[in-house]
């Protein structure tokens, strides 16, 4: 079955602790994104993946890093310097030409006490 | 303004109504549309993209005025299953990345 995962579904942290969230693709498309959700807003795009081992900042991409090192995966880690982490973690991912659409992951909903 | 406005609702409509949502967009050069449809605490779903010539898929028609620069969407015979939030997305296009922009969406409840 083609898609994507991300793991864990729900994830707890206290305070001061990095942790990273996972996302995978089996459909080999190039570009991959990272968005977090909050009650009543859009989404929002954190970072962005175009091809391996290149990435680009999104709007809100402060406390966060990513890393590309494989096709399929596009790791976010979440920093302490994070100030309001807790969230709705969406990764999606897009096939050919910039203009086509994304399809998302089930998402993390991430929460730091 | 934001770039992508949607009225947040919510819409709440009997079984067999048709319902229409509208979304606005502020930037003129924008080249690609798209409506997601989102369940409660799940991911969004590609529900359709919406062409300049307007399309349909079943009970669904996405119409697009570039001069008005606004999208609709139109639920003909809604069914309960339709209850969800309804996502506007617009790709502003290469100059900004191809980065889709995402409006809050608006809320349908179908009720029986």
């Known amino acids: 079955d083609g898609g994507i995962t991300q793991s864990p579904k729900y994830l707890f942290r206290k305070e001061g602790q990095n942790v990273t969230l996972s996302c995978e693709q089996n459909?080999?498309?190039?570009?991959m994104y990272w968005y977090r959700q909050d009650p009543g807003q859009g989404l929002r795009l954190i970072y962005y993946?175009?091809?391996?081992?290149?990435?680009q900042k999104g709007d809100i991409a402060e406390g966060y890093s990513v890393s590309r090192e494989k096709k399929e995966s596009f790791p976010l880690t979440v920093t302490s310097a994070q100030k309001n982490p807790t969230a709705f973690y969406l990764c999606?991912?897009?096939?050919?030409?910039?203009?086509?659409?994304?399809?998302f992951g089930p998402g993390t909903r991430l929460t730091v006490t | 303004r934001k770039e992508v406005e949607q009225d947040p609702g919510p819409f709440n409509v009997p079984e067999g109504a048709t319902v229409a949502f509208n979304c606005t967009y502020s930037?003129?050069?924008?080249?690609?549309f798209f409506w997601y449809r989102q369940d409660c605490r799940k991911e969004p779903k590609l529900l359709m993209s919406?062409?300049?010539s307007g399309n349909e898929d079943g009970r669904f028609t996405a119409q697009l005025n570039r001069a008005s620069q606004y999208i609709s969407l139109l639920i003909r015979d809604s069914k309960l299953s339709d209850s969800a939030t309804y996502l506007c997305?617009?790709?502003?296009?290469?100059?900004?990345?191809?980065?889709?922009?995402f409006g809050a969406g608006t809320i349908l409840r179908v009720k029986s």
């Open positions: 999606a991912s897009r096939a050919g030409t910039g203009l086509h659409e994304q399809y």
């Open positions: 459909l080999n498309h190039d570009a």
């Open positions: 993946s175009q091809i391996v081992n290149d990435f």
């Open positions: 930037n003129s050069a924008s080249q690609s």
């Open positions: 919406v062409y300049s």
């Open positions: 997305v617009v790709n502003p296009g290469r100059e900004y990345g191809n980065k889709l922009v």
